[in-house]
């Protein structure tokens, strides 16, 4: 079974602060992937990683960066955390290739203060 | 500009009869389906998929239908159970320029509430 886990369930932070999440998955994925969701809006993608070191920008990276030093983690950073970033935040992974599924983790709810 | 519709943004259902949950595309260079099922406080999991070279695929109680010339995609849940309560994504994907990479684009959900 595919296991993709996330460092937090639940985290609340003040505005300005510097906030990590952190995703690991254990199936040697080569793919990984950060959404939001938000109600109404559905899942919107931040960011996403081919491979160690590679990064793209989704539809929504203003105010994110990512970080991608091992194939299995996959780090999202908000540099100066604000109030409109209080969302919940989803990990993803699928491995390389052509129609491959993407498999979630549970996902961290974030309130920023 | 939305790629991916659900236009419905809930539905109610008795137990026992069917859900048709439905999903609108745009972009004809999708050329792969999926339904996500995700409840409170969960991760999305993964429920059925199809490509586009098929017009059917069928999972035990859930078949998901595909019309290109319409682009319209639908999943059947039958019958519904109170625990196919949840809110189901639709998604999409298109093969990169460059090869085998793909992202998902996703609908902004439907929650189905399947009454006992």
């Known amino acids: 079974d595919v296991k993709v886990t996330q460092s937090s369930r639940y985290l609340v932070k003040r505005t300005g602060e510097k906030v990590f999440l952190e995703c690991v998955q254990d199936m040697d994925h080569e793919n990984m992937f950060w959404y939001r969701q938000d109600p109404g809006l559905g899942l919107r993608l931040i960011y996403f990683?081919?491979?160690?070191?590679?990064?793209e920008k989704g539809d929504i990276p203003e105010g994110y960066s990512v970080s991608r030093e091992k194939k299995e983690r996959f780090s999202l950073i908000l540099e100066s955390a604000s109030t409109n970033q209080t969302s919940m935040y989803l990990c993803?992974?699928?491995?390389?290739?052509?129609?491959?599924?993407?498999?979630f983790g549970p996902g961290t709810r974030l309130l920023v203060l | 500009d939305q790629q991916v519709k659900q236009n419905s943004p809930s539905l109610s259902v008795q137990e026992g009869r069917i859900s048709i949950l439905n999903c609108d595309y745009t972009?004809?260079?999708?050329?792969?389906f999926l339904w996500y099922k995700k409840y409170p406080a969960e991760g999305p999991t993964f429920l059925i998929s199809i490509s586009s070279i098929k017009d059917k695929n069928e999972d035990g109680r859930f078949t998901v239908f595909l019309n290109k010339s319409a682009k319209h995609l639908s999943l059947h849940i039958v019958p519904s159970q109170p625990g196919d309560s949840a809110v189901y994504f639709c998604?999409?994907?298109?093969?990169?320029?460059?090869?085998?990479?793909?992202?998902?684009?996703f609908g902004k959900g439907t929650l189905l509430t399947v009454n006992p």
């Open positions: 993803a992974s699928s491995p390389a290739g052509t129609l491959e599924t993407q498999y």
């Open positions: 990683s081919y491979d160690v070191k590679m990064k």
């Open positions: 998604a999409a994907s298109a093969e990169n320029s460059g090869g085998s990479n793909y992202k998902l684009t």
């Open positions: 972009n004809s260079m999708f050329d792969y």
